[in-house]
Each structure stands twice: as structure tokens, then as C-alpha cells.
């Protein structure tokens, strides 16, 4: 059993962290689109991720947070709340962007992660939470299923 204190710490994202944002976020990509999606850029983290991220710290609908273990980053998520429209007149927090390097798996990081962003999106007025995952990802799905979310919606593609 573990110690505590041996537990990733999960805060928001500061302006030091972005360099390991884009490392985490590369490896997200990497892993993930990098195996299940030609059309993904796998180099778009390197190319335009501390933009974006540097974006995202500062503002107030968008969440970035780190799990630190050690003062090393360990891994990441980056969430958005929106306003409802006319059609879908709720507010909504999606989860856009979740990585845990591979050695602190299965140690409650990710649940950590995914705790603060919904206690987040609950702050913010959120009325539903979504997130996205490929579906030949079954370990992603499991995850998520486990954290709280249920199927919603199915997006089929067909390549031309």
C-alpha cells in the first residue's frame, strides 16, 4: 500500500508548466491519435501546444491541470466550460485532453485529474460534463466508465 504523501499532487497549470504541458500533451498524441488516426497531426503539440496552453492558463472558461509527483509533471488534463445554445440550452464542460505517463498508471492519478474537473465544471455551473474517446481506445473507455461517464453519443466516420 501506498504512502500518501508518495500520491501526484493535482494543481492548475502554471506558466513554468508549460514546457511539461507539451510534453504530455505530445505523448497523449503520440500514443493515442498516433495509433488510431491518420488524420491527427501527432506533431501539433510541439507546433502550436505551448500557444494554446499559454492561452488556456489565464482563462477562466478553460482548465489546465498537472499531476506533480516528485516536482515532475506526471500528467495532465485540459477542460473547457461553455454556455448552451438555442438547441442545447445547457452549459456544458468537456474534457478535452487527459494523459498519465504509462509509470503512474493504475495509482489514482488520473481519477485525481478527473475529480478536479468535474468539482471544477460544478463551480463554473456546468449542467453536463462529455469527453471524447477513440473507439478502439477500450482501456480510455473503461477509464472514463469507471470515472463516471456513460455512453451519450456515437460519431461514425467513413474515410473518402
Known amino acids: 500500500m501506498s504512502d500518501h ?5 493535482v494543481r492548475r497549470a502554471r506558466r513554468e508548466d508549460l514546457p511539461a504541458l507539451v510534453a504530455s500533451s505530445t505523448a497523449l ?3 493515442d491519435a498516433g ?5 491527427v497531426d501527432i506533431n501539433w503539440p510541439l507546433a502550436q501546444g505551448a500557444e494554446r496552453f499559454a492561452k488556456g492558463i489565464d482563462d477562466p ?7 506533480e509527483h516528485g516536482g515532475e509533471v506526471v500528467g495532465h488534463l ?6 448552451g445554445s438555442a438547441m442545447r440550452p445547457v452549459k456544458l464542460a468537456t474534457l478535452h485532453s487527459l494523459y498519465v505517463r504509462p509509470p503512474h498508471r493504475g495509482t ?3 481519477a485525481g485529474l478527473v475529480a478536479a474537473f468535474l468539482d471544477w465544471a460544478r463551480e463554473q455551473g456546468a449542467q453536463l460534463a462529455e469527453v471524447t474517446a477513440y ?3 477500450a482501456d480510455a473507455i473503461r477509464f472514463y466508465e ?9 460519431t461514425l466516420g467513413q474515410s473518402l
Open 146 to 154: 469507471r470515472n463516471g461517464f456513460g455512453p451519450h453519443t456515437l
Open 78 to 83: 485540459v477542460g473547457t466550460v461553455a454556455e
Open 29 to 31: 498524441f503520440a500514443e
Open 5 to 9: 504523501h508518495d500520491q501526484p499532487v
Open 108 to 110: 489514482r492519478t488520473g
Open 35 to 39: 495509433t488510431r488516426d491518420a488524420t
Open 135 to 137: 473507439a478502439a481506445n
Open 61 to 67: 472558461a478553460r482548465l489546465s491541470l498537472v499531476a
